[in-house]
């Protein structure tokens, strides 16, 4: 079976994003759907085909997924929670008595599971649909009431830790405060009380078509990714539609901003930007932002795009080459109450293998002394395979081009090299061993375990080293996967210092399974599976799976653990230990010095102005982010929006370039200060005065 699993995709999935490109949908969003709407009066129902897919599901992850579980009552407790959180995410359309009449099938999903049974699935949607229904009576007339923004009263914008509304009254008042919080905020933008309401109206009029649009086999992809997720985040079913529209889009060229989307509530959410496209060359744009709204030229209407679908957002940015789309964003890091910004983009054909490495240059200078620093920044591991697999001679990897940079770095006599991962979040594995291959001599890379305990250890065969000089890897929370693979390997040499973050912790590997392979009776095309089979290792047998890469020199950062990364999925695969490989270290970095340099950055921390301050803005950005209560009331409101911007002013200090950008919109050579970079610079510099010594 694992042979079978393995080389139904030759290429296996390293990279943690995107689990789904634009167009597909997503576990965790609102669910999509084509073709013929249903009738918000019909219940949906099950076909026989989902029952036989929902078995064969079950059979294979509890299988052959790399975590052997048991489908038992403990799991079936998770899969509903999980399906619960599918359908009412936010806890404001069903009731509490609805979910407790049926906390009935809380233990006996295990079972129907085994046996094709889609009732619990069903009846809770079909539950859903009917409250839907009735809260959007109750929205349509909330809207025609008058606005009054004077009442002292405050919203709670975070709903995770919330309950259920007891009563329909109860329910009612939930609903005027979240339609009174979102009036407000579309109130601060300076519009007209008539602007508001037809902007609201028009919203809701977009939710009523997304889910009468919703169709059977969207609520069995729902609740059949209840189950994957349960397992860990990256296995995922995917119904037969968004299965091809999967296939297709990784397969082309994109034409358009060069990002991967999915619906995330109300928004649609940036999961990955595409090193190369237009949308990573202006810096204008995140992981993880959320787009309100999107317009066509300079001077077209801004679309609302709350509560739209992911395909018909899509259809909105992607666009002819060379055209402008214009952007309402709302950033991960904004404070509750802050507003949107709007982000101006020209459309360009994306090619994945475009998205190169590059090389520059920087100056530091450490106790009286400069330094020339090469940084070579590799935004994904790239490798045509084609060209790989027909030999040509010169087709693109990250190993060449790298190979390239170093032996000019090393022409432009430079002092030492920092590897820039930060944002990298994975890629090919053979070129994550190639690469650690340029700054080693041959040895063991990282293992990879089947779950059946067996290991097999990727090695670099090449004795040959590209470079043996004084070095450090810039990392970041957004580092993964095959970039952990390098970090690691680099580390556990004590070949250069790891500096930034810590890593995301994608230590995992997936491949993907047509059940019609499984099913080869079915008439219909039934979706795929993307399923968890391997795992990676350090080779000193550490797992790069949860934990990641610690940083030796650990920069202030933004981003915490819990709220993102691996070990923020309650599902995500633990970390554990296997037996290390044989390999040397190199002599050129032991404890001694990592203290020192430690204790260099230390005497930074507190004397460094611009320093002292990142951390300081770091610290009140992160005790802001916890207050969710937001003013009802303008007045109190305007302030809170006011010092909501200060804040994220300050926190976005931690950009690399300014927002400023040409007609074309690329970014303008004119550059802030990469403190981060910096810092990793000084941290090299110290490292080489150290190793002299």
């Not at 789904?20 to 099950?46: E, F, I, R, V």
């Not at 520059?360 to 009286?368: A, F, L």
């Not at 005790?623 to 200060?646: D, M, P």
């Amino acid at each position: 079976m694992k042979k079978y699993l393995v080389t139904l995709l030759p290429v296996l999935m390293l990279s943690f994003q995107p689990d789904s490109p634009s167009g597909a949908y997503t576990p965790g969003g609102a669910p999509l759907s084509g073709g013929q709407t249903s009738s918000p009066n019909d219940d949906l129902k099950p076909s026989i085909s989902q029952e036989k897919v929902e078995t064969l599901v079950a059979k294979l992850l509890t299988t052959y997924h790399y975590r052997k579980v048991r489908l038992n009552d403990s799991l079936s407790s998770v899969v509903w929670d999980n399906y619960l959180k599918e359908v009412d995410g936010s806890k404001t359309y069903l009731l509490a008595s609805d979910v407790a009449a049926f906390e009935k099938y809380r233990y006996q999903i295990d079972d129907a599971l085994v046996n094709g049974d889609l009732t619990a699935a069903y009846d809770l949607y079909n539950v859903f649909r009917k409250r839907y229904q009735e809260r959007s009576e109750f929205i349509k007339e909330q809207l025609k009431k008058p606005l009054s923004f004077t009442t002292d009263e405050t919203f709670n914008t975070d709903r995770e830790k919330a309950v259920w509304p007891k009563t329909a009254e109860e329910q009612n008042e939930l609903w005027r405060k979240i339609l009174k919080n979102q009036e407000l905020e579309l109130r601060l933008g300076n519009r007209k009380d008539s602007a508001v309401v037809a902007l609201m109206t028009q919203r809701y009029t977009n939710l009523d078509k997304a889910i009468n649009r919703i169709k059977s086999a969207d609520v069995f992809q729902m609740y059949m990714n209840s189950f994957a997720e349960a397992l860990d985040p990256h296995t995922n079913y995917l119904s037969p539609t968004n299965a091809d529209r999967f296939n297709q889009e990784m397969s082309q060229s994109l034409e358009g901003i060069g990002a991967m989307l999915r619906e995330d509530g109300d928004y649609i959410r940036i999961t990955d930007i595409l090193p190369g496209g237009p949308a990573f060359k202006s810096k204008l744009l995140n992981k993880d932002d959320k787009i309100a709204g999107v317009a066509q030229g300079d001077n077209g209407p801004m679309v609302n795009t709350m509560n739209w679908q992911v395909d018909d957002v899509v259809k909105l940015i992607k666009g002819p080459k060379g055209t402008i789309v214009r952007l309402q964003v709302i950033a991960p890091n904004a404070l509750a109450g802050a507003p949107p910004k709007e982000i101006r983009l020209v459309r360009e054909k994306i090619k994945l293998e475009e998205q190169r490495a590059k090389k520059e240059v920087i100056e530091v200078s450490d106790n009286g002394r400069a330094f020339k620093i090469g940084v070579i920044n590799i935004p994904m591991f790239y490798r045509d395979f084609e060209g790989a697999r027909k030999r040509e001679e010169g087709f693109s990897s990250t190993t060449s081009d790298v190979k390239k940079f170093v032996e000019e770095l090393k022409g432009e006599k430079v002092d030492g090299i920092v590897i820039d991962l930060r944002d990298n979040g994975g890629g090919s594995l053979t070129e994550a061993i190639n690469l650690t291959g340029l700054f080693i001599p041959k040895g063991p890379v990282v293992q990879v375990r089947e779950s059946s305990g067996e290991t097999e250890v990727y090695t670099d065969p090449d004795p040959s080293v590209a470079y043996d000089g004084p070095m450090a890897v810039l990392v970041n929370r957004f580092s993964a996967s095959a970039s952990e693979i390098f970090a690691a390997a680099i580390q556990d040499y004590k070949r250069g210092v790891i500096v930034g973050g810590q890593t995301f912790g994608k230590g995992t590997v997936q491949t993907l399974i047509d059940l019609n392979q499984w099913l080869p009776k079915e008439p219909e095309k039934v979706g795929q599976v993307k399923m968890t089979i391997q795992k990676f290792y350090r080779i000193n047998g550490s797992s790069t799976q949860h934990r990641g890469v610690t940083p030796d020199i650990e920069l202030p950062s933004a981003f915490s653990a819990e709220e993102y990364g691996e070990s923020s999925q309650p599902s995500a695969l633990p970390w554990d230990q296997i037996n290390s490989t044989r390999y040397e270290q190199s002599r050129g970095l032991d404890d001694k010095i990592l203290a020192r340099l430690r204790d260099r950055f230390d005497q930074r921390l507190k004397s460094d102005p611009e320093l002292k301050q990142l951390a300081q803005d770091l610290a009140d950005f992160k005790k802001a982010k916890e207050n969710t209560v937001v003013s009802l009331q303008e007045t109190k409101r305007r302030k809170e929006r006011e010092e909501a911007e200060r804040k994220r002013t300050a926190a976005n200090k931690v950009s690399q370039i300014t927002a400023t950008v040409d007609e074309t919109g690329t970014p303008t050579p004119k550059k802030k200060k990469d403190l981060y970079l910096t810092e990793a610079g000084l941290v090299l510099a110290d490292y080489i005065l150290a190793a002299n010594k």
